[in-house]
């Protein structure tokens, strides 16, 4: 438990400076995370809106309003911005931003001009893309595979590609400024095992970050060099390999899928402990099995290459990793769990969410088993089983997450609380939705429906009409609580410093927190999660 | 002194030792991205090479040894200049900085002279895949290949290079401003890391494309 020094400073970090510019140019890790917020939002709903375009396309079996062409568009551009532009930066850069310094009591990052500029980039990035995709967009898939990316597609290829290029960089230097700021900035006091679960798995997210993100950098260099220039790197035609392409593409992405995940597993080893009473179980296990995520996540990529000609030596090695991968996920489920065994749970909106989390990761993480399974991969590789599968942790893990973090640090972020009964409706409403587009689409797979196809057979239309009707009830559960957060940044009621009787130091200063964070840097006495010390420290009081 | 170096604490940090140390571990975090950046493309190169092994000897051995030898000579002593440098920023010597800085960077600009004649030499020879390519042995566009990772890799470092002259201009011209003391020269310490870095991947591109073909 820490010493408790409340700010008694009259101004907070919003009311601080104002100004357009004070936004615009500042280097307050707290502000660069709203800015991210904003920002992230926004492609969140450009991503969407072509997601609702692709699902209203698909209630008929021929196909209701694309041709093919431009469904292909649809796919490319709806996984390239949700995967580059929300989910990659997602938790890391608005919660983590916001957070880790907080956490670990310091009054910034180590480098907040760089955390700035980190925005900048991916601002730069995001609008290069943005104009690929009007000027005509992009029909490779996201995952650009060539030689159709370098030689054959006659769309915007390099456009989009030297957007997430430069959104690469923002994600390094977000990277390389919380390994150095967990490493060097923490509070007196405050070791390695006493730090919150969050700090654990932002590290581990970073580490991917920095050592994945360069080869995507260099990987989407050399399939535009091949498009300019018009030589051999991945083109068989002149001597390349297809298949080296896939393996530095997803040497890259699946571990990116990690940097989704791990800070999905932050936001919720933070709510599950404070809504169950209870410190984290099994702390040290969760701790090290955000790295063992970190470190094994990098020796799994072949196994998007089962059916890709990958030597069947290689393809036993890949499959065995990623049952490996497995185990750590397992430890934190079955910890996150055994945490609200005889806690006293309370079912406010970020628990929901967090269990929410809970069941829909765990569907997601077993099926991705099957997909390990080298003889079941063949069978539903390329098919909506596995657009299910990775909905399930991307949209069920990352996103429910990164609301049930909104949702439990709005009344840190903004000081004040949103309107709890609308909050859980909306949440029983993304729950619900989510499963109801994305159960039936396991059926398709199984069934043999392909991904990324524009039309389908007759009798696929009861599953395809189920989904899409699911992601309307899904798209009224986004919008909620994109009305009643912001609504409640006015109107709310004043939260006070720690309206969840939580233990983190970010708790500990005033909501909305003053611009240095802390009056007086935190000196840190015990371990994370210390509800009996807190209870005591009450008593006593 | 030791209110200069205090004033230069930035407000995040607590003391002047935990912001050294701590710029000090972003930049080695940043050559790491680096040494994967590059990874990428000699992993590609190499997968190649195993593929065609007698197309990519053929590439090599239009190298020019003797320009290659002589830049690598150049780039090993700048890496020894800016090393002087980072150490006379320690001992607080600021002509001696000055000099050496200047110095390093002369070698670089030498380094990239000599690289820009090889690549006339290229294209002279016709050797410069998208501009002008012919080769009228066996296993052409194999050997084409070879020349696209070269001119790749090569020109990648290059950029760095240009980079990195950049970066001691702007450690330059804060040296003569008297920003740098005994007690404050972590810049100094983080370019000459950026510089050194730049001289090692050299010294792997030396033997991967100029000396594979010389089996002894």
């Not at chain 1, 008694?8 to 280097?27: E, F, H, R």
């Not at chain 1, 609504?487 to 909501?511: C, F, H, I, M, V």
């Not at chain 2, 895949?129 to 020109?155: C, H, I, L, R």
Request: glycine letters at 8%; hydrophobic letters at 50%.
């Amino acid at each position: 438990m820490a010493s408790q020094v409340l700010a008694q400073t009259a101004t907070n970090y919003l009311t601080d400076k104002q100004g357009i510019l004070s936004w615009l140019l500042t280097t307050d890790h707290k502000r660069i995370g709203l800015l991210y917020t904003a920002s992230i939002t926004g492609f969140f709903f450009v991503g969407g809106f072509f997601a609702v375009l692709m699902r209203l396309h698909l209630l008929t079996p021929r196909g209701a309003l694309f041709g093919p062409e431009t469904y292909n568009k649809l796919f490319t551009m709806h996984g390239i911005i949700m995967v580059w532009f929300f989910l990659i930066p997602s938790i890391p850069s608005t919660l983590g931003n916001f957070l880790i310094p907080m956490m670990i009591g310091a009054k910034d990052l180590a480098f907040p001009k760089l955390n700035l500029a980190s925005w900048y980039v991916f601002m730069l990035g995001g609008l290069v893309t943005l104009v690929a995709l009007v000027r005509g967009g992009v029909d490779t898939g996201w995952t650009f595979y060539t030689p159709f990316s370098t030689t054959y597609s006659t769309t915007y290829v390099v456009g989009a590609a030297l957007g997430i290029f430069i959104a690469g960089f923002s994600s390094i230097m977000t990277g390389i400024n919380f390994i150095a700021t967990i490493h060097r900035m923490r509070a007196p006091g405050l070791t390695w095992f006493r730090l919150p679960i969050f700090i654990w798995s932002h590290y581990a997210t970073s580490l991917i970050l920095v050592l994945a993100t360069p080869v995507l950098a260099i990987t989407l260099l050399m399939v535009g060099v091949e498009r300019i220039f018009q030589v051999g790197i991945f083109d068989p035609a002149l001597g390349g390999d297809p298949v080296l392409f896939q393996h530095m593409f997803w040497f890259y992405s699946h571990p990116a899928v990690y940097v989704m995940i791990l800070p999905a597993m932050a936001v919720v080893s933070e709510i599950i402990p404070v809504f169950s009473r209870r410190p984290m179980f099994g702390y040290t296990a969760v701790a090290y099995s955000s790295m063992a995520i970190a470190v094994v996540g990098f020796l799994v990529w072949g196994h998007h290459l089962f059916v890709a000609g990958e030597s069947v030596y290689s393809a036993l090695a890949f499959s065995f990793l990623s049952y490996l991968v497995a185990i750590p996920s397992a430890i934190k489920v079955f910890n996150w769990t055994a945490t609200m065994v005889k806690g006293s749970i309370s079912w406010d909106t970020p628990m929901l969410y967090a269990i929410g989390f809970l069941g829909l990761f765990t569907i997601g993480g077993m099926t991705g088993l099957f997909l390990a399974a080298l003889g079941v991969d063949v069978h539903v590789t390329d098919t909506y089983f596995v657009v299910a599968h990775f909905h399930y942790i991307m949209v069920g893990g990352a996103v429910m997450a990164y609301l049930g973090g909104v949702h439990y640090w709005w009344p840190k972020i903004t000081g004040k609380m949103y309107p709890e009964g609308l909050a859980r409706l909306s949440a029983l409403i993304v729950f619900l939705g989510f499963n109801l587009t994305f159960f039936p689409q396991f059926v398709l797979g199984y069934l043999g429906m392909p991904r990324r196809y524009a039309a389908y057979p007759d009798e696929f239309q009861f599953l395809h009409v189920l989904s899409t009707a699911g992601a309307s009830i899904l798209g009224v559960g986004y919008v909620l609580p994109l009305c009643y957060l912001i609504w409640a940044w006015k109107y709310g009621k004043d939260a006070g410093p720690n309206p969840w009787r939580a233990t983190g130091l970010e708790w500990q200063t005033s909501s909305p927190p003053p611009a240095h964070n802390f009056d007086v840097t935190p000196i840190v006495t015990g371990p994370a999660y210390d509800f009996e010390g807190m209870k005591e420290e009450l008593n006593l009081g | 002194m030791a209110d200069h170096a205090a004033s230069l604490v930035r407000e995040q940090f607590r003391t002047a030792e935990q912001q050294r140390e701590t710029e000090t571990l972003g930049m080695w975090i940043f050559l790491a991205t680096e040494v994967m950046f590059f990874g990428g493309l000699f992993v590609a190169f190499t997968v190649y090479r195993m593929y065609y092994p007698q197309a990519f000897g053929a590439g090599s051995a239009d190298m020019n040894i003797l320009l290659g030898s002589i830049n690598t000579v150049v780039l090993i002593t700048s890496s020894f200049t800016m090393a002087l440098a980072v150490h006379s920023a320690e001992v607080g010597n600021r002509r001696l900085l000055a000099f050496l800085l200047v110095a390093t960077m002369l070698l670089g600009c030498v380094f990239l002279g000599v690289k820009l004649t090889e690549y006339y030499q290229h294209y002279l020879d016709h050797k410069m895949p998208s501009v002008w390519f012919e080769y009228a042995g066996p296993n052409a566009s194999k050997v084409q290949m070879f020349f696209v990772f070269y001119f790749f890799m090569t020109g990648l470092h290059a950029l760095h290079m240009v980079v990195g002259i950049g970066v001691l201009l702007v450690i330059l011209a804060r040296t003569l401003a008297r920003s740098f003391s005994a007690e404050y020269y972590t810049p100094v310490a983080m370019a000459g890391l950026y510089w050194s870095f730049v001289d090692i991947i050299w010294v792997f591109l030396f033997a991967l494309f100029y000396l594979q073909g010389l089996h002894i």
